[in-house]
């Protein structure tokens, strides 16, 4: 298993806009195919941050992910909303793997 993290670099007068777009990605990306952990939005401290993450079985199945996103009515129409509004200034995605496991019981 993959998890991809997204740093997103927003606009801090559009955080609105971005929690509207987090919110399509909650209804298109786990039809798409991943697991969605959630979209997270500034609260405290810097307010042009936010993440976005999700995980996948592989790096084919991100490559399968993707192509279904871009197909997806609410995926193209949430791309061209946030080209429209501008409120994501840089984005940037890493994938990572779980290293920690097996977890300890609290």
Request: proline share 7%; aromatic share 14%; glycine share 6%.
């Amino acid at each position: 298993m993959i998890t991809c993290f997204i740093r997103y670099a927003i606009e801090p007068t559009k955080k609105a806009d971005f929690e509207t777009y987090a919110r399509n990605w909650g209804q298109a990306i786990p039809r798409c195919g991943a697991d969605l952990i959630g979209y997270f939005a500034p609260h405290e401290g810097s307010s042009t941050l936010a993440y976005g993450v999700y995980s996948l079985p592989s790096l084919a199945a991100y490559e399968d992910y993707r192509a279904k996103l871009a197909a997806d009515p609410l995926g193209r129409e949430n791309y061209d909303f946030a080209m429209q509004r501008k409120f994501i200034r840089r984005e940037d995605r890493t994938f990572l793997r779980l290293a920690s496991a097996p977890h300890g019981k609290p």
